[in-house]
């Protein structure tokens, strides 16, 4: 019934830029807030950003700068425009709203 679907995730070459996106569906009531995670191979999952409803957003300190999310209400969709890409950023992404998950997307940054 709910389905969040991530789309955007490849491999990009350090220095590039990659822009994903997750599209929701379902019975969502609450959607204050809508966010981005990582979990790279042998690390815990972190929080990468969020964004409120308002479009208040918050981003962790690795990214300042680099990634920007942003939300289109309209479509449910949440956005994570990633810039400046370093190999440090190679991890699974995965998108949040409330209390569901996307499947993940796979962002590998390389030469």
């Known amino acids: 019934q709910v389905q969040l679907v991530e789309s955007g995730g490849g491999l990009v070459q350090p220095g590039g830029s990659l822009r994903l996106s997750c599209a929701a569906s379902?019975?969502?009531?609450?959607?204050?807030?809508m966010g981005w995670y990582r979990q790279a191979p042998g690390k815990q999952r972190e929080l990468v950003a969020d964004?409120?409803?308002?479009?208040?957003?918050n981003y962790a300190d690795s990214v300042k700068g680099r990634f920007t999310i942003s939300r289109d209400n309209a479509k449910n969709t949440v956005y994570l425009q990633m810039n400046n890409l370093k190999p440090e950023d190679t991890a699974v992404y995965y998108c949040?709203?409330?209390?569901?998950w996307g499947q993940g997307t796979q962002v590998t940054v390389s030469s």
């Open positions: 949040k709203i409330r209390g569901y």
């Open positions: 379902g019975s969502i009531f609450d959607m204050y807030i």
């Open positions: 964004i409120t409803s308002d479009g208040s957003t």
